[in-house]
């Protein structure tokens, strides 16, 4: 475990933190005026290898030779100039800083780090964090790189969880969830709606099935998967006979057959490394669920959350009412989806281009 302390005067900023993987929606923008839940779990934090926030410089002044050292592999609109490698962690677990009232920046409903580190250390008055709690923003604090120190601290460094233990004890995340938002006359509203998770997971994993169908037809699993991949799959890619198949692999789950070319596994929570098969062959493309998508996808869980109460007995689940639905098919998150394949040097391939470009302008049916 560790503890993050200010680089200024070594006063201790943070509770003791365990390390743990990005999540996939770490930089979602979702909705319009959505209150989303806390980023990262309490007791954690995840280091964002990309620059984060300002300064900005637009893709036309950039040399491809710097994009490609930065690990970008095709135009996208303007790249962050900051320094990489900010620790996110809860906002509850932040100690002895301190908010900086002029550093709010275009924020509606909170804070949104626009104008950079917005805490500072109450010790020594050093920016030390940048605190993001508006609406449709995912809420965290980012420590800046350069102003903190990790610090190792005694206490039990438990071993990561096997993948058996994940297996079965892995929290799921389901496929709707109500979101809250702003702007009620009588206070905030509420709508149901596919998991915001699930939308970035689902745009990030797009863009790796992509980059593994070799510019030909995919098929996906039937049931949930197709309703989460295979219409932007359809859209995205030639029509026609499917030519490659992706199936769900992972613990538990028995050994690919010959002749798969994707698998869809899970991601390591903990230490963000993609579940491997024993034996892969060297055409099989590892696509990377999150492990709370991928559990959901392996094993659906039936809508019957209401406890039964009067004449029906306790332990009898009710089937009505119906658990409500969204309105609309599902969509992966656009914004997660360029933000994988860009970073995917494959993309550089013309036919991949081409759909990047086509999506950019407008110019093809758009399955976002």
Known sequence: MFVFVCAGCGAELTTPLSQVSLPAHARQNYGNGAQLPVLMQSGTFA??????????RIWDEIDPGEAEARGIYAPVYALSDSTPGASVIAPGDIRGTRLIPDKRGGACCGLDGADGPNMACQACDLPVATRIDDCSLWQAVRLSPDAVHRVPVDGIHAAPLSWAELAEEGERTPPFEPIATWGGRLGPNHYWSWSPQREAAAGQALAHLLVASQGQPVKVPDGLTADVFQRALDTLLPAGPPKRRAILAGPGRPSP???????LVPIHPQTGQTWTP???TASTYLVPLPLGMWLWLVSPQPYLPIPASGRIP?????????PPLPNYLFRADRATFHHTLVRLPAVR?????????NLTQGTSANPF
């Open 349 to 357: 391939s013309p036919w991949l281009l081409t759909i990047l470009e």
């Open 47 to 56: 280091v964002d290898p990309d620059p984060w926030g300002g300064p900005w």
């Open 257 to 263: 057959d010959t002749g798969i070319d994707i698998l």
């Open 278 to 280: 024993t034996s892969p």
């Open 314 to 322: 306790q332990d009898v689940l009710r089937d009505d009412p119906l």
